[in-house]
């Protein structure tokens, strides 16, 4: 494993300090691991909601408003729950 040092200010270096205190994280160095593992999956997330939203803005548009579709979803769901 590589180390890497890094500079805080006192009260951040004490904050980090007291999310080790309750033992859900054996040091600091385990604390900030977790954080950097949340922000590659957050990444993660918002690169495939991104790559998302893109697919729909070249798929097309639609004359539908929100409304109409969401009534004809609803309506939908109810036509699946009555067939079941």
Same mark, same amino acid.
């Given at each position: 494993?590589?180390?890497? @040092? *890094?500079?805080?200010?006192?009260?951040?270096?004490? =904050? &980090?300090?007291?999310?080790?205190?309750?033992? !859900?994280?054996? @040091?600091?160095?385990?604390? &900030?691991?977790?954080? &950097?593992? !949340?922000? *590659?999956?957050?990444?993660? !997330?918002?690169?495939?909601?991104?790559?998302? *939203?893109?697919?729909?803005?070249?798929?097309g548009?639609?004359?539908k408003? *929100?409304?109409e579709?969401?009534?004809?979803? =609803?309506?939908?769901?109810?036509?699946a729950? &009555?067939?079941?």
């Amino acid at each position: 494993m590589a180390t890497m @040092n *890094i500079s805080l200010p006192d009260q951040m270096k004490a =904050w &980090v300090e007291a999310q080790t205190k309750d033992g !859900k994280y054996a @040091n600091s160095s385990d604390y &900030v691991r977790d954080l &950097v593992r !949340k922000a *590659i999956e957050r990444d993660a !997330k918002e690169e495939a909601m991104a790559e998302r *939203i893109r697919e729909a803005y070249d798929s097309g548009f639609v004359e539908k408003t *929100i409304d109409e579709f969401m009534d004809e979803a =609803w309506a939908a769901a109810q036509q699946a729950d &009555v067939a079941e």
